[in-house]
């Protein structure tokens, strides 16, 4: 298959295969996405004149026939296609002959890769938001069924103030709320047409981008032809740090299950066919899972920076260097929602121990407790922190382990159904 930019003088094998690099095994992913601009591009085209209306039918029916086999598996790009582009093309040239050619007229591959990857982004980032609200209402259950269970609160690694199951999975929930807004600048950077960009510098053909935007259900146009092209590389960038956003919160939920599990805390469990053994000792429940999902989060918490190296001090327009993102961010949203789905699973099988506090190592954590009761009976607060120090010092202190937190957002006052009220909010953005 020749080139679909060649001229009659073909690269040396070689160049050719070290730039097409793993274009052809990412652009698969693609194949859908640029089957659909395809079919909005070439109704636009008879609107204008380039294209008769029987040539966009024949053209039209036959992008149906191998969108369906994309569909069902049965698409592949041949060993000499350059890309996604060129090999659907070239099935078009070779199943319809001549009118098969006249499918790019008014295009460039820069602004039709450009939509293929803002389509794939948008259903990417649906099927995120869909992965991360599962496990958002996951965790306000476990929160709302555990709410009067009291753990111990760390500030520095060391025991502090009383906390609950009820604050520690609705922390998470809330978390993923301002992950959330993340993702919603992702996706509104992505839901904007870039094609009629061309090249990055438009088209002396008079094509209607308004009819292409409303066609492939973007909500806006990326106006400006240049800035259209500098797309390129800051859709994915955006993208990346909403990846990143959410893999810091995974990455704090399972570094807390971990510690959690460990025999020194104690304070959850989990069934044995979710933990591993050691093969020398045979008391070990290893959290493996969780440690993975570290792992794992840690790796995506590098991934914006990753990708601003590649794409630091490039002029604008475009640069093949663009085309290796694709194979940093593909991979990575692969790990994100498959990061999700263990992390709910796992918690479904989460217990909780509801007996911590009667442990002695426990015995300091209600002295704010008692400051503040001897504030609300009159005694000035440093005085308070004084008389309790002192009781601390001398082995005097006791506490009867209870807690009257009611203010918004405390153990006593999760505020759930707000928490509930904001995801929703900002979840209604996307899609």
Not at 359 to 386: H, M, S, W
């Amino acid at each position: 298959m020749a080139k679909i930019w060649s001229k009659g003088l073909d690269s040396d094998k070689l160049v050719s295969d070290f730039t097409v690099g793993k274009d052809r095994e990412l652009d698969l992913r693609l194949a859908k996405y640029d089957i659909l601009g395809s079919m909005a591009h070439i109704k636009m085209l008879v609107t204008i004149g380039l294209l008769e209306a029987d040539e966009e039918k024949i053209l039209r029916a036959e992008l149906k026939n191998i969108l369906g086999e994309v569909e069902k598996g049965n698409f592949a790009l041949d060993d000499d296609a350059e890309d996604i582009h060129s090999q659907v093309e070239a099935m078009l040239t070779e199943r319809l002959g001549e009118v098969g050619k006249k499918i790019h007229s008014g295009r460039s591959r820069n602004d039709q890769v450009l939509v293929d990857l803002k389509l794939f982004f948008k259903d990417a980032i649906i099927e995120i938001k869909d992965n991360a609200i599962k496990l958002f209402d996951l965790l306000q259950s476990l929160s709302e069924e555990h709410k009067n269970i009291l753990l111990p609160g760390y500030t520095h690694g060391q025991v502090a103030m009383p906390s609950s199951f009820g604050l520690w999975f609705g922390a998470y929930a809330e978390s993923l709320v301002d992950d959330m807004h993340t993702l919603v600048a992702a996706y509104r950077v992505a839901d904007q047409n870039p094609l009629g960009s061309a090249a990055g510098y438009g088209s002396s053909f008079p094509l209607n981008r308004e009819m292409t935007t409303e066609e492939l259900g973007f909500s806006e146009m990326s106006y400006n032809v240049v800035a259209a092209q500098m797309g390129r590389g800051k859709t994915e960038r955006t993208l990346a740090y909403s990846i990143a956003s959410f893999a810091n919160t995974l990455n704090k939920l399972a570094v807390d299950n971990c510690n959690y599990l460990s025999s020194n805390f104690g304070f959850i469990s989990y069934p044995d066919n979710l933990t591993t053994g050691s093969s020398i000792m045979p008391h070990k429940k290893n959290p493996d899972v969780w440690e993975l999902i570290r792992a794992h989060s840690n790796r995506l918490q590098s991934l914006p920076n990753e990708m601003a190296l590649m794409t630091t001090n490039l002029p604008h327009g475009y640069h093949r260097d663009f085309q290796l993102l694709k194979e940093v961010l593909f991979p990575a949203l692969e790990v994100i929602n498959s990061l999700f789905e263990m992390t709910h699973f796992m918690l479904t099988h989460v217990s909780v121990n509801d007996d911590i506090l009667s442990d002695d190592k426990y015995k300091y954590l209600f002295t704010v407790e008692e400051v503040n009761n001897r504030v609300l009976q009159g005694t000035p607060f440093r005085e308070a922190y004084i008389q309790v120090g002192h009781a601390v010092n001398e082995g005097r202190f006791e506490s009867s382990h209870s807690v009257n937190h009611t203010h918004a957002g405390s153990i006593g006052n999760l505020c759930t159904e707000q928490i509930n009220r904001k995801m929703k909010q900002v979840a209604a953005e996307i899609g």
